[in-house]
């Protein structure tokens, strides 16, 4: 089914979004899910729309085909931007805490995703593109 509605996400909604959120989502899905996701990505969002969801980084990647629940599944940090990048997209690790998952966010690359956040740090709190162990 989440294969279903990720094809037909701009059909069904049949407008784009400045904003996705998708919250242990990427922690359950094999990597075709993933590739399809990100393939259908830039449909579903405006022209300098962001997408933020989570993911298990892990020291091996999933290998599995079927949506893995109630598990959660890793990939490897190298592996998960190379699928983001091969979708045209850069990936942003996030500063968020989390107990299990990361937090990262999707967008165009040249996006200045540093200037849009930083508009809203006071309401976070907190710095979400300090530069950690995961950033290039």
């Not at 899910?33 to 020291?59: C, D, H, K, Q, Y």
């Not at 990361?102 to 930083?118: Q, V």
């Amino acid at each position: 089914i989440g294969q279903i509605v990720v094809a037909a996400l701009p059909l069904v909604f049949g407008v784009t979004f400045d904003y996705v959120h998708a919250h242990s989502v990427f922690t359950h899905a094999p990597r075709s899910m993933i590739r399809r996701f990100l393939a259908n990505l830039r449909s579903a969002l405006a022209p300098g729309g962001i997408f933020v969801g989570t993911w298990v980084v892990g020291e091996e990647d999933f290998a599995g085909t079927e949506w893995a629940y109630p598990v959660t599944v890793t990939y490897r940090v190298a592996s998960f931007r190379a699928m983001v990048e091969e979708a045209g997209f850069t990936l942003h690790v996030l500063r968020w805490p989390h107990p299990e998952q990361t937090y990262f966010a999707i967008c165009e690359p040249g996006l200045d995703l540093r200037s849009r956040l930083e508009m809203h740090q006071s309401a976070f709190g907190i710095d979400l593109l300090q530069k950690d162990q995961y950033q290039p």
